[in-house]
């Protein structure tokens, strides 16, 4: 039973982080108390037709196309099993040792298209991952289900053990939690 009320409150105090981590990730958030921006995408600019030029055709990473702060690296992303990125990656580091992670074919906004106003424009074509300290001070993350998907829904990593330059949830997984996700996650920065 105290497992079980220790693995609840841990999962409020991610849900209570979420908001600083997308901010940790580089996604825009609208202040609560003033009223939401008003987003109008240019009139010519088909977002569907434009992402599935994207998804066909990636581009390869490189460092004079990502954004300010990111770097290139080494990554290695294991989620159950399924290998997502393993090799060169692009990679920022936040304060504290916190960081995201994104495959080497990743497209960003303001740069591959439109500079997205609203979250719900933004678009992605691999794999990405952020590791960052939940309020107790514990390593933890998330990433995305689906190449396409932009937000970390879905994601349950809970506590992570760092080892290196790797983190793991290997040690610290709740045998009878069929919803956590194993997951290996290493940055090895060039």
Known sequence: MRDLQA??????????RFPAALLLAGWSVTSIAGAPKQFKMPPDFDYDRHYAKLAANPPHLSAA???????????LLVVDGQTRISGPC??????????HIAGPR???DGIDY?????????????WWASVFKDEDGNWTGYGNENVRYTKGDGSAWYELVK?????????RRQPSDTYQQR????????
């Open 183 to 190: 997951v290996k996650l290493c940055l090895w920065k060039k």
């Open 90 to 99: 692009a990679y920022i580091l936040h304060k504290g040792g916190e960081f």
């Open 114 to 126: 439109p500079k997205a106003e609203i979250g719900a424009m933004e678009m992605s074509t691999d």
């Open 7 to 16: 693995q609840s409150r841990r999962g409020l105090k991610l849900i209570w």
């Open 106 to 108: 990743q497209v960003y």
């Open 163 to 171: 080892s290196g330059a790797c983190f793991s949830n290997e040690t």
């Open 65 to 75: 196309r990502l954004p300010k702060g990111y770097k290139i690296g080494k990554c």
